[in-house]
């Protein structure tokens, strides 16, 4: 069974950094994407960053620039270093993936707080 966890989260200053990490486990028969997800308090999920089976790569109008997604060299993992981060990137983050069946796998969430 695969699972998400995520981790690196917690309280910053604007203008800080932050460095999350997704960690798989289960067996993973290839992606078609896999990425990160936020939920600020009273509102809908939305998709940060995400990368996409062959390379390419998808970010909130809201975060090019600041944000950056990665993936390991083992392709378990996808980093999600944040750079200037601003209140309204307050928010749970979600570790995200959709498997080549298209099934979709989400992690716990990790509490991302930035204050101004």
């Known amino acids: 069974q695969v699972q998400l966890v995520e981790s690196g989260g917690g309280l910053v200053q604007a203008g800080g950094s932050l460095r999350l990490s997704c960690t798989t486990s289960g067996t993973i028969l290839g992606f078609k994407t896999m990425g990160w997800y936020r939920q600020a308090p009273g509102k809908q999920r939305e998709l940060v960053a995400e990368i996409i089976s062959g390379g390419g790569t998808n970010y909130a109008d809201s975060v090019k620039g600041r944000f950056t997604i990665s993936r390991d060299n083992a392709g378990n993992t996808v980093p999600l270093q944040m750079t200037s981060l601003k209140p309204e990137d307050t928010a749970v983050y979600y570790c995200?993936?959709?498997?080549?069946?298209?099934?979709?796998?989400w992690g716990q969430g990790t509490q991302v707080t930035v204050s101004s």
């Open positions: 995200h993936l959709i498997d080549r069946r298209y099934t979709n796998y």
